[in-house]
C-alpha cells in the first residue's frame, strides 16, 4: 500500500508540472503570419523543437520511476512474465513448425526409400545378364521373362487404348453434349474443360513420378460432375485439409 501510494504521488508531481507547462505556453501566444510565410514558419518551428528534443533525449539519462523496492520488484515481475509469455508464443509456433518439418521429412524419406528399391531392383536385372551370359539356362530363362514383359506392355497398351476408346464414347467432351451445353453455357465459354480421359491421366502420372506427393490441383478445366464421378466412385480420392486437391486411388497398396 505505502509503494502504491508513494508512485501515485509521484505521478500527480510528474502531472502537476505538465499543467505549469502547458499554461506556460498558452500565455506565449502565436504571432499572425502572412499566407504566405504561415507555412514556412511552421516547418521551422518544427525543425526547432525536433532539434532540442533530439538534444534533451542524446543527453539524458533513464530516470528510476521509483526506489521503493517493491514497486521495482513488481514492475520486474511483470516485465518477467511479458517475456514469458512471448517465449511461450514462439515456443508454440516453433514446435508446430518443427512438427510439419518431421511429417514431410518422414514422406521423403518413405520415397527415397523406394527410389533406392527401385534402383537396387534394376541394377540386379542389368547385372544378371552379364554375370550368366555363359549359362544357358539363365539366359533361356532371361529370354522368357523378357518375351513375358513384352507381352504384358502389349497387353497394357491394350488395355490402355480399350479404356480410352471406352471413355471416348460414354464421357465426351462437355462441349460435345447438348445437356451440358445447355446448363453449363456461360462456364464452358470462359474454360476450356478436358476430357475424363485426360483427367484420370493426370492423376496417374502424377502418382507415378510423385509417389510420396499424388495430388493435383483441381483447377477450372476439369468439368465438376466428372470429379464428383471418380470421387464417388472411389477412383479418386479428395485431400483432407484442401478439398481443391485430389489424386489418384492407390489400388495396389
Not at 515456443?91 to 518443427?98: G, H, Q
Not at 533406392?116 to 532371361?142: A, G, H, W
Request: proline content about 5%.
Amino acid at each position: 500500500v505505502a509503494a502504491k501510494e508513494e508512485v501515485l504521488g509521484e505521478c500527480e508531481s510528474i502531472w502537476k508540472q505538465m499543467e505549469e507547462c502547458q499554461s506556460k505556453l498558452m500565455l506565449l501566444g502565436t504571432d499572425t503570419l502572412l499566407p504566405s510565410d504561415a507555412k514556412l514558419s511552421l516547418l521551422m518551428l518544427r525543425w526547432k523543437a525536433l532539434t532540442v528534443d533530439s538534444r534533451q533525449w542524446q543527453t539524458r539519462k533513464p530516470e528510476i520511476i521509483s526506489t521503493n523496492p517493491d514497486v521495482l520488484g513488481e514492475l520486474g515481475k511483470e516485465e518477467l512474465q511479458k517475456v514469458k509469455n512471448d517465449l511461450e508464443m514462439v515456443l508454440s509456433t516453433v514446435r508446430s513448425k518443427n512438427k510439419k518439418l518431421a511429417e514431410e521429412l518422414k514422406r521423403e524419406h518413405q520415397w527415397y526409400e523406394e527410389q533406392k528399391q527401385l534402383l537396387d531392383t534394376i541394377n540386379e536385372i542389368e547385372e544378371e545378364p552379364n554375370t550368366q551370359v555363359e549359362q544357358p539356362s539363365t539366359k533361356r530363362e532371361f529370354n522368357e521373362l523378357k518375351k513375358k514383359t513384352l507381352k504384358v506392355k502389349t497387353l497394357k497398351k491394350k488395355l490402355l487404348n480399350a479404356l480410352s476408346e471406352f471413355l471416348d464414347e460414354y464421357f465426351p467432351l462437355p462441349e460435345n453434349d447438348e445437356n451440358a451445353r445447355n446448363e453449363n453455357c456461360s462456364a464452358q465459354l470462359a474454360v476450356q474443360l478436358i476430357t475424363l480421359r485426360d483427367i484420370l491421366e493426370i492423376l496417374i502420372n502424377k502418382l507415378m513420378t510423385t509417389p510420396h506427393e499424388p495430388y493435383v490441383k483441381i483447377n477450372e478445366s476439369f468439368w465438376t460432375p466428372y470429379i464428383e464421378l471418380l470421387l464417388r466412385s472411389g477412383v479418386a480420392l479428395r485431400h483432407p485439409e484442401d478439398p481443391n486437391r485430389m489424386r489418384l486411388q492407390a489400388f495396389y497398396k
